[in-house]
């Protein structure tokens, strides 16, 4: 059984089924990030203001790519900015997964 468990851990590693999630450290970081920069322009709460909604209604119907991409490399001409530079994608996976799950 134990065996079986490593052999799992291991495919899972090497064909990356679950995204690293942020140490708990980042996670913190990365919900403060959201509080304090992000709602300037995505409102108090997220709910939206010169930005659209980020709650998980608003993006429930929303492609993950779609959101993964936006928020990694910004939308020409609009007032999104690329965030590559401060997260990693593994935590902006992880980011796109709470912001979905509301929680
Ligand atoms: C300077 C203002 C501004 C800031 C700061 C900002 N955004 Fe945005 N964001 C926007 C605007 C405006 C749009 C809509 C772009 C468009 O018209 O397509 C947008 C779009 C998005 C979308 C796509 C939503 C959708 O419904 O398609 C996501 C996801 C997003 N932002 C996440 C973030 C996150 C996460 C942060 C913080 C790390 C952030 N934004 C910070 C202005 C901002």
């Not at 300037?40 to 991409?69: F, N, R, W």
């Not at 530079?85 to 992880?94: H, M």
Request: charged share 20%; hydrophobic share 40%; glycine share 8%.
């Amino acid at each position: 059984m134990l065996k079986m468990k490593k052999l799992l851990v291991l495919l899972c590693v090497s064909s990356s089924c679950l995204a690293a999630e942020p140490s708990a450290e980042r996670q913190t970081e990365i919900r403060a990030l959201l509080q304090n920069t992000c709602s300037g322009c995505h409102g108090v709460d997220l709910h939206g203001a010169m930005g659209p909604s980020l709650k998980s209604e608003a993006l429930a119907s929303k492609a993950d790519d779609l959101l993964i991409t936006t928020i990694t490399n910004g939308r020409k001409g609009t007032a999104m900015a690329s965030w590559k530079s401060t997260l990693e994608p593994d935590e902006v996976k992880w980011l796109v997964g709470i912001l979905k799950s509301g929680k």
